[in-house]
């Protein structure tokens, strides 16, 4: 089978296509004949190796396992004897560690949910990630309830399109933060209010919200705690630089009811529950992945650069079957 391989740690442009065997499923594993997958901001920590510290996940000298790719959508080939929720023929989306930019991919049947023919394969592989990303920060971690005021700063990214999604779904009041070129888009996700940040410092506005989920990663623990309400939440899924990012890690405060906000970062869990979620709201219409650009699996290092670069708006979905 045809699959990205990614050599050793550098730029996009090292990135493979490869010749590889077709993997074979473990007892708990599907196997999944893949038709779509996306490019997200984990794809380019794991082929660049940065920061450093990503590097005890993806290994110390070189990428192992070596495939990319975290989103897979696509037609269940083959399952493993103790699998019995999925049989060959069904159309499935999950997420993996690595290996969905390839033809095929073995994915624990935990991680898989059914797809509905009224969502498309394409529809459906911008979601895992950054979809579940988007939606454990606000339900599970943020606890956000109706009425509640959640700003999004990077609200036209891939998490933060879903964020801005799912944060009206639960019924809060949604601040989205953009450039002027992307506020038609932001309002068309349901954002009640919009802060066009080529003009204006949500930072200095001197008003606080219930939720801040930072996408970008320009905001500093100092600078969180003005920025919310006495027992909001702030939580960090972007970061700029390592001293942002430890800064937030080595002070987090998760524990509610001191009177003071939660600041924290996180790494979403994926599981079939939380994806199956996202698939029933998107067959009811209420959420969709905003996809700006598709590439065949042959254009994949280019994609990937692109992510890389920042600003992209939305999903960029990779044509592999």
């Known amino acids: ?25 473990k007892a708990d594993e599907v196997l999944v004949r893949v038709m779509y997958s996306s490019v997200n901001a984990y794809d380019w920590h794991f082929y660049t190796g940065e920061p450093w510290l990503a590097r005890f996940s993806f290994g110390l000298l070189r990428p192992n396992p070596s495939i990319l790719g ?18 060959p023929g069904d159309r499935v989306v999950g997420e993996v ?13 935990e991680r898989l949910t059914s797809l509905p023919v009224s969502v498309s394969l394409e529809q459906a592989a911008g979601m895992p ?3 579940q990303t988007a939606l454990q920060g606000l339900r599970n971690h943020a606890r956000v309830q109706a009425g509640q005021k959640v700003l999004i700063n990077g609200a036209t990214g891939g998490v933060g399109t879903f964020s801005a999604q799912i ?15 992307n506020m038609e888009l932001v309002k068309s996700l349901g954002a009640d209010h919009i802060i066009d940040y080529t003009r204006e410092d949500f930072r200095q506005m001197n ?3 219930d939720v801040v989920l930072d996408n970008v990663g320009n905001i500093t623990r100092r600078q969180y705690e003005p920025l919310l309400q006495p027992d909001g939440t702030g939580i960090m899924i972007g970061f700029q630089n390592m001293k942002t990012l430890m800064g937030i890690m080595l002070r987090q405060r998760k524990k509610s009811g001191s009177g003071k906000p939660r600041v ?11 994806m199956a979620q996202l698939v029933a709201w998107a067959a009811s219409g209420q959420l969709r992945s905003v996809i700006t650009k598709r590439f065949p699996l042959t254009e994949a290092a280019k994609a990937a650069a692109l992510q890389q670069e920042g600003h992209v708006q939305g999903k960029l979905v990779l044509e592999i079957a």
Not at 70 to 87: C, N, W, Y
Not at 97 to 104: D, F, H, K, M, V
Not at 264 to 274: G, L, Q, R, V
């Open 129 to 131: 990630m950054a979809g």
């Open 264 to 274: 924290f970062s996180f790494t979403a869990e994926p599981n079939a529950a939380d």
């Open 167 to 181: 944060a009206r779904i639960l019924g809060a009041e949604v601040w989205a933060v953009c450039r002027t070129g």
């Open 207 to 209: 008003m606080q919200w």
């Open 70 to 87: 975290a989103d897979v959508s696509g037609i269940v080939e083959k399952t493993g004897r103790h699998v019995s929720a999925f049989q």
């Open 97 to 109: 560690t690595s290996g969905a930019w390839a033809e095929y991919v073995c994915v624990r049947a």
């Open 1 to 25: 089978m045809k699959a990205i391989y990614c050599p050793a740690y550098g730029p996009a442009h090292l990135l493979q296509l490869k010749e590889v065997p077709v993997p074979e499923p």
